[in-house]
């Protein structure tokens, strides 16, 4: 092999795309060749064009263009193109591909360049089994992921673990999601993060996600530190927290009630205690009748939407039927007698036990 000086204008760059790019070892060896000039040839083979394609060395390329040189040292293969892809990939002495860069150089010789599977396989020196399951890896991955990971936007690692099942379940939505990441630059933790809550999720969430994935991180974040659930809008979550308050209070009052309002407590204060329950009851049983007329509106919607599928009873399906939860049916009014912890529970398998008279036996 003859290593020759070539012009930089002559080179052919095509199998580039069989790579991922790196910026951040192409800044470090773009610094060690202004310092020392290039060290190591690259790897081309003559085109059918006259020009000069390179099979290996697209970092050193790109890093002389930057240095604004002419010419590249090189060593000229005396083989077909497929031939010496191969046989870089079996000479590699570098970190190593990803998974998916293998997958190109395995679809490059079997699809492209018509190569049987056997044969692949056995020019890079891997199994028919091995190179069957990289083919299968970039074949399953949407265009929007691999053009990512090409530009190192997108990890191989998160493509591989978060992406490539999605893509297996709805590939259209996995495009849409991958664009959005490789737009948001996010690290391989946050698109694990992302990719997450996406497939656990609903549709609604997931416009949320595909609209903007860093600003669902920080809903997500802020969650964290106990404030909005991405998973909720914003009066979706305000009524949530507000419900929650409600139910902490009426728990808190119950359990201290008691000692305000015993046989000891003064007339004032018996008084004004007293006017504020009657007050607190209204508003309750206010609330109590939106919960209810709530209730009943979204049976009906129910009902309609049964009867419009056929379904004329309105009744829910046997295989829909054994999805709905205990909850689902239960009202303001079970829940608080059930109360939290059990307060205002009977024992079960027996008769009610005795309780002594409060002035307060009303609040639970």
């Known amino acids: 092999m003859q290593v020759m000086e070539l012009g930089l204008d002559s080179l052919d760059l095509s ?3 069989l790579r991922v790019a790196d910026r951040r070892r192409e800044a470090q060896l773009m610094a060690s060749m202004e310092e020392q000039d290039q060290q190591d040839a690259i790897s081309v083979v003559a085109a059918d064009d006259g020009r000069w394609l ?11 263009r930057r240095l604004r040189r002419d010419v590249v040292k090189a060593v000229v293969l005396a083989m077909s193109p497929a031939e010496a892809l191969a046989a870089a990939y079996r000479a590699d002495s570098g970190p190593g591909r990803s998974a998916i860069e293998e997958g190109w150089l395995v679809y490059e010789l ?5 190569w049987d599977l ?4 056995a020019a890079i020196g891997r199994s028919k089994s091995w190179a069957s399951r990289r083919l299968g890896l970039v074949e399953g991955l949407p265009d929007a992921v691999l053009e990512g990971v090409r530009s190192g936007k997108l990890g191989a690692w998160s493509a591989m673990k978060h992406l490539l099942p999605l893509a297996r379940a709805n590939a259209a939505a996995c495009e849409r999601l991958a664009g959005k990441l490789v737009e948001a630059s996010l690290s391989s933790r946050q698109i694990a993060l992302v990719c997450g809550h996406f497939t656990k999720s609903g549709a609604p969430v997931r416009e949320r996600i595909l609209g903007d994935p860093a600003r669902f991180l920080k809903a997500l974040e802020a969650l964290g530190n106990g404030l909005a659930d991405p998973a909720l809008s914003e009066a979706e979550d305000r009524a949530l927290k507000q419900l929650e308050l409600v139910g902490n209070v009426a728990l808190g009052l119950t359990r201290g009630l008691p000692q305000a309002l015993g046989y000891d407590v003064g007339e004032v204060a018996r008084a004004k205690l007293w006017s504020a329950w009657e007050r607190v009851r209204k508003r309750l049983a206010l609330l109590d009748e939106t919960m209810a007329a709530l209730k009943t509106a979204q049976a009906k919607k129910r009902e309609e939407r049964y009867a419009q599928s056929g379904n004329t009873d309105g009744r829910l399906d046997p295989a829909q039927a054994g999805t709905r939860q205990p909850q689902d049916s ?3 009014e079970d829940r608080a007698q059930r109360g939290a912890g059990g307060d205002c529970q009977r024992p079960s398998g027996g008769p009610a036990a005795p309780r002594p ?8």
């Open 15 to 17: 199998y580039g795309r």
């Open 54 to 64: 390179v099979v290996d060395g697209h970092k050193r390329v790109r890093a002389l």
């Open 110 to 114: 079997h699809r492209v360049g018509k």
């Open 118 to 121: 056997g044969k692949t396989a």
């Open 330 to 332: 239960e009202g303001l």
């Open 357 to 364: 008279a409060s002035p307060v036996g009303a609040v639970c």
